[in-house]
C-alpha cells in the first residue's frame, strides 16, 4: 500500500515536472538558421565536433532524474554520427537518448554579442540545455536549428550543453511509420520508408556570435540576366538601429559591383547590375564573391559574405531551361550513408562522392529522401552539379486518422520553411521537392490501365495537401521550380499541381521481372500517357535495380551485375527517344542500409551504381560510357 502510494505520488510529480519542463522549451524559428555561422572579421563561431558523452535512456527517467544537470553513467560517443552503429548492441534502438559536452566560450565574444547555438541536425527529436536551463525544442532531422543562448552562457567557466535526441517512428511524424498499415510487421525497424532509420547528431553543433546592436538576419540573393549584363538582387533583413549599409560583389579578377542599402524598417533591397556576366552552369560553375555590410563602409558594425552565381530556371512548353537553353539531368538519387558514420556527416565520402559523380558524367542529384549537409550544396555550387532538393516527407498516406494528417501537413510546411530559409541562396539548387511517393491506399498495380485506386475522400485530401505545399514552396521562392515526386501505380492526376513531372518507375524490377520487353513497353507507353495527360516535361527520378556487387550471370538473371546494367541502358535508350523527358536519375548513386526486410538481403538496397564503399559495378562503367565517352543522344 505504502508502496503504491509511492508510486502514484512519483507519478504525480512527473506529471507536473514534465509539464513545467514543456512550458519552458520554445520551438525554434525557421528565421535563426537563414545564415550559416561564418567566422569572419565581425563573427566568430566554434565547432563543438567531437566526442561528447552520451547516455541511452530506455525508460526515460532522464528529465525527472535532472540529467541535464550532468549525466549519471556517460560513455563516449562522436559527434556528428548516427549513435546506431557507434554503441555496441544498439543498431536497432530508436528510444530517448541524451548527448552532452562542455565548453569555455571565448571572451573575447562577451560584449556586444548575441551568442547562438546551432544544431545541424538531430534525427527526430531534440530537447536542449544550458548548464541545465532550458533552452528550446525542434521536431523533425534533417535540416538545422538555432536558439539564441546569450543570457544563459557563464563567462570564465566551461558551460554544460546537453541535449535530449529520440526517434521514435510514429505515424503523426514525417517521416515516421504507417500505423497498423500493410508494412507494420513487414521490416524491423518499423519505418515507413526504405532506409535505414540512422538517429542522433548528424551534423555539426556550432556556437556563435553576431553583433548583438544591430545585424544581418537575413539575406536573400535572386539572379537574372538580359543579354551580357546579368542583376543580382538582394534582399536584406536587419536587427537594431542602423539605417545603411551595402552590398558588393566581386568577380574572380577582382572586379568589384557595389550597390547602397537603405533601410526602410528591417528591410532593404538593392540590385547589383554585373557587366559582361559569366553565368553559373555545370559547364562553367562561375561563382561570384557577395559582402553584404551594415553600417559605414570604413567600419562596418556587421558583414556577411556568400558566393552565387548568376542563373535562371524555368519550364517552357515541354522544355526546361537553365539560363534560357534546354538542359537534361543526368544524374542519380542518393542517401547520406556510410558504414559506422550512418548518417553522421562523412566527408571525405562527400568529396568521394562528386569525383566518381564527374567521373560517370552526372550534372546533378536528388537529395532523397531529406535535405543533405550544408558542405554538399556548398561543392555542387563549386563543382556545377544541379540538386533537386528534398524535404523529409517520405512515406505520407492520406487515409488514416484525420489528427496524425494535419499535424504531417504542420510538419511539412514547417520544412519547407526550414529548407527554402537555408538553402535559398544556392545556385545550384535548381528545384524543391515537397515529397516523395506520396501513396494512395490501394496503390494501383497497373499503371497501363490507368487504374487510379484512391478513394474519394482520400483524393481530395491528398490534391489539397500536396497542393498546399506546393503552394507555399512557391510563395517562399517563386525563382525555383516545385515538384513532388510521384510513386509507381499512383494516381497521375495528383501531380497535376507540380511544375515538371517527377516520377520513379520500377518496370522490369518490382512488375514484369525479368521480362525486359514487356517492362520497356510499359514504361515508354506510360511515358507518353503522362504527357499526354500532363503536357508537361517529364524527369524520372528513380528506376533501377539491385544487383549485388560481383554476381555475374546472364542478362535477364535479377540481382546481378549484368541485370542492372541492362535495365539501365534499357530505360536511358528510351527515355532519348522522348524530348519531353527532361532528366534520368538512377536509383541509386550507393547501396544502401535499410531496416530488416525480406525483399532486403544484408539489410541493404543494392541498387546502387556503386558499392556502399564506392567501388563501381558494371553499371558505371556503362554510364561512364554513355554519358561521358559517347555523350549517346542527350544521355
Ligand atoms: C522507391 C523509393 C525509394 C526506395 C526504392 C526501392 O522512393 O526510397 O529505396 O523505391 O525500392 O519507391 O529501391
Redesign the pocket.
Known amino acids: 500500500m505504502r508502496k503504491m502510494l509511492f508510486v502514484s505520488l512519483v507519478c504525480a510529480l512527473n506529471i507536473i515536472t514534465n509539464v513545467a519542463y514543456a512550458a519552458d522549451f520554445t520551438d525554434a524559428s525557421p528565421m535563426d538558421i537563414a545564415l550559416y555561422p561564418q567566422q569572419n572579421a565581425i563573427r566568430n563561431r566554434l565547432d563543438l565536433s567531437g566526442i561528447w558523452s552520451f547516455q541511452l535512456d530506455p525508460k526515460e527517467e532522464g528529465e525527472v532524474g535532472e540529467w541535464f544537470n550532468g549525466l549519471p553513467q556517460p560513455q563516449s560517443i562522436a559527434v556528428p554520427g548516427s549513435w546506431n552503429d557507434q554503441l555496441d548492441q544498439q543498431h536497432n534502438y530508436l528510444g530517448c537518448t541524451w548527448y552532452e559536452t562542455e565548453t569555455f566560450v571565448p571572451t573575447a565574444w562577451r560584449d556586444g554579442n548575441e551568442i547562438f547555438l546551432r544544431i545541424g541536425s538531430a534525427v527526430y527529436f531534440a530537447k536542449v540545455w544550458i548548464n541545465g536551463q532550458p533552452v528550446g525544442k525542434h521536431e523533425g532531422g534533417h535540416l538545422p536549428f538555432a536558439f539564441t543562448i546569450t543570457d544563459k552562457v557563464k563567462w570564465g567557466a566551461k558551460n554544460r550543453i546537453t541535449i535530449m535526441v529520440e526517434n521514435k517512428l510514429r505515424p503523426d511524424r514525417v517521416p515516421g511509420n504507417v500505423a497498423g498499415g500493410a508494412l507494420a510487421s513487414q521490416n524491423y525497424p518499423n519505418a515507413n520508408?526504405?532506409?535505414f532509420p540512422y538517429s542522433g547528431l548528424h551534423r555539426a553543433v556550432w556556437l556563435y556570435s553576431v553583433p548583438k546592436a544591430a545585424r544581418i538576419n537575413d539575406i536573400t540573393l535572386t539572379t537574372t540576366f538580359s543579354g551580357t549584363v546579368g542583376k543580382i538582387h538582394a534582399k536584406v533583413q536587419k536587427v537594431g538601429n542602423v539605417s545603411a549599409g551595402r552590398i558588393v560583389v566581386a568577380d574572380r579578377d577582382g572586379r568589384k559591383m557595389e550597390a547602397q542599402l537603405r533601410f526602410k524598417g528591417q528591410e532593404a533591397e538593392a540590385d547589383v547590375q554585373v557587366p559582361d556576366v559569366n553565368l553559373w552552369s555545370p559547364e562553367s560553375p562561375y561563382l561570384y564573391n557577395v559582402t553584404v555590410e551594415l553600417g559605414g563602409a570604413n567600419r562596418p558594425i556587421d558583414s556577411y559574405q556568400l558566393q552565387t552565381g548568376v542563373r535562371t530556371i524555368e519550364v517552357q512548353g515541354d522544355d526546361l531551361l537553365l539560363n534560357g537553353k534546354s538542359i537534361t539531368l543526368r544524374g542519380f538519387?542518393k542517401h547520406e550513408d556510410f558504414p559506422i558514420f550512418g548518417r553522421g556527416v562523412a566527408q571525405p565520402v562527400m568529396i568521394r562522392d562528386f569525383e566518381l559523380m564527374k567521373w560517370v558524367g552526372a550534372n546533378s542529384f536528388r537529395t532523397?529522401?531529406y535535405p543533405y549537409d550544408e558542405s554538399v550544396y556548398e561543392e555542387a555550387d563549386k563543382q556545377g552539379i544541379l540538386i533537386i532538393d528534398e524535404i523529409p516527407s517520405?512515406g505520407l498516406v492520406f487515409y488514416d486518422d484525420p489528427k496524425d494528417i494535419d499535424r504531417r501537413k504542420v510538419l511539412c510546411s514547417q520544412y519547407l520553411q526550414e529548407l527554402v530559409s537555408r538553402d535559398k541562396n544556392h545556385p545550384s539548387v535548381i528545384m524543391w521537392c515537397v515529397a516523395?511517393?506520396p501513396s494512395p491506399k490501394n496503390l494501383g498495380s497497373n499503371v497501363m490501365g490507368g487504374k487510379n485506386d484512391a478513394a474519394e475522400e482520400e483524393n481530395r485530401i491528398a490534391k489539397k495537401f500536396l497542393g498546399e505545399l506546393i503552394a507555399e514552396v512557391k510563395q517562399l521562392d517563386p525563382t525555383r521550380l516545385a515538384t513532388f515526386?510521384g510513386?509507381?501505380g499512383g494516381p497521375a492526376d495528383w501531380l497535376d499541381v507540380c511544375d515538371i513531372i517527377t516520377i520513379?518507375r520500377?518496370y522490369g524490377w518490382?512488375t514484369n521481372i525479368g521480362n525486359f520487353a514487356t517492362a520497356e513497353r510499359y514504361f515508354g507507353g506510360e511515358l507518353d500517357k503522362l504527357h499526354n495527360e500532363l503536357h508537361k516535361p517529364i524527369v524520372v527520378t528513380?528506376f533501377?535495380a539491385?544487383a549485388i556487387a560481383g554476381q555475374h550471370a546472364n542478362e535477364d538473371e535479377m540481382f546481378s551485375e549484368e541485370y542492372q546494367q541492362k535495365m539501365i541502358n534499357a530505360y536511358l535508350d528510351i527515355a532519348n527517344t522522348k524530348p519531353f523527358v527532361k532528366g534520368m536519375m538512377i536509383?541509386?548513386f550507393a547501396d544502401f542500409r535499410?531496416s530488416q526486410a525480406l525483399m532486403r538481403v544484408r539489410s541493404m538496397?543494392l541498387?546502387g551504381v556503386f558499392t556502399q564503399d564506392r567501388r563501381p559495378k558494371m553499371a558505371a562503367w556503362l554510364l561512364r560510357k554513355r554519358w561521358v565517352e559517347e555523350k549517346k543522344g542527350v544521355y
Request: no cysteine.
Open positions: 520508408y526504405d532506409f538519387g532523397s529522401h517520405v516523395n511517393e515526386v510513386v509507381m520513379n520500377y518490382y528513380e533501377g539491385d536509383w541509386a535499410t538496397n541498387k
